[in-house]
């Protein structure tokens, strides 16, 4: 079975999954992540930020170097929503293809779509929707159909950027933060008339929630994909997380190092989403968009 590789090149993350295929089915290998920040500047400069260029280029060297090692047969690179917006793009993409990484900027639709394929399998029966929280945008993906999909500019980078919390937050920021995403989500959703029984988490916010959850000193991905959080308990960890400092959240078993500040603004649009669908019960996905880009390549 030779091996495909996805790369995703997002807003805060930069991630790439190593895997066979066969049978539409996929066998993960290796997994990588850095959080680089890349577009922590986007709101300010229009541009990707030094450092966060350099850290990103970086960390895409480093999986050339894990594909080579690997004997990877083809890949494929996809930049969100940070790349989108980029002013410098055309120079990130220039440094990637140096580094060895061709990057093509997929548009949002085919996010959503590729997100829904990764998923999918994984789905409990119908009346499902997946929020796919990143750190430029965020999409709700009801279907793999165009229609089926609403990408909105709220990412967890871009929200701390349009509404900065001090550390710790202090109540009426947090107020902001919640009604901001409540009308955000609200209007930007307005147009689906359905109901759902369950929302899906996909991406960094989810799993981290589901890691503090569970208490986990090390991250193991089959003890996060498929895990099952109420409303209740949502709200619980939103109470929580918004009260403390960067340097105490850090601490918390579970916490990944570069999302204790953007954990924040990520539980409050989960629990907004959850309270204006009117669903109690969140399933937590560690696949997604990867997934669905290695099942999107030819075999």
């Known amino acids: 079975m030779g091996l495909l590789a996805a790369i995703d090149i997002g807003t805060n993350t930069v991630r790439m999954l190593v895997a066979g295929k066969a049978a539409g089915k996929i066998r993960p290998v290796e997994r990588m992540r850095r959080i680089t920040g890349l577009g922590k ?8 930020g030094e450092k966060e260029f350099r850290d990103s280029i970086r960390a895409l060297k480093e999986f050339r170097k894990a594909m080579d090692a690997l004997g990877v047969d083809r890949y494929r690179a996809c930049g969100t929503a940070g790349l989108r917006e980029a002013g410098n793009r ?18 949002a639709e085919e ?5 829904w394929q990764g998923i999918h399998g994984g789905l409990r029966g119908g009346g499902s929707v997946v929020m796919d929280i990143g750190g430029g945008s965020t999409e709700f993906i009801a279907g793999p159909g165009k229609a089926e999909s609403v990408s909105l500019p709220i990412g967890v980078v871009v929200a701390s950027s349009l509404i900065p919390v001090s550390d710790p937050p202090q109540e009426w920021q947090i107020r902001n933060l919640r009604y901001y995403f409540s009308e955000r989500i609200s209007s930007g959703t307005a147009s689906w008339r359905r109901r759902f029984k369950r929302m899906i988490g996909t991406a960094g916010t989810f799993t981290t929630l589901a890691a503090l959850d569970r208490k986990m000193t090390v991250y193991r991905p089959e003890k996060i994909d498929g895990y099952a959080m109420s409303l209740q308990k949502l709200k619980y960890w939103e109470g929580r997380l918004t009260k403390l400092t960067d340097a105490q959240r850090l601490r918390l078993p579970g916490m990944e190092k570069g999302r204790e500040r953007y954990i924040v603004p990520g539980v409050c649009q989960a629990a907004a989403a959850m309270e ?9 996905s560690d696949a997604g968009l990867l997934e669905g880009i290695v099942l999107g390549m030819p075999a």
């Open 41 to 48: 500047e986007l709101r300010s400069t229009g541009m990707i």
């Open 111 to 115: 996010e959503a779509g590729r997100t």
């Open 276 to 284: 204006i669908f009117k669903v109690d019960e969140l399933i937590v």
């Open 90 to 107: 055309a120079e990130f993409l220039d440094a990637a293809r140096r580094a060895g990484v061709a990057v093509e900027v997929i548009t």
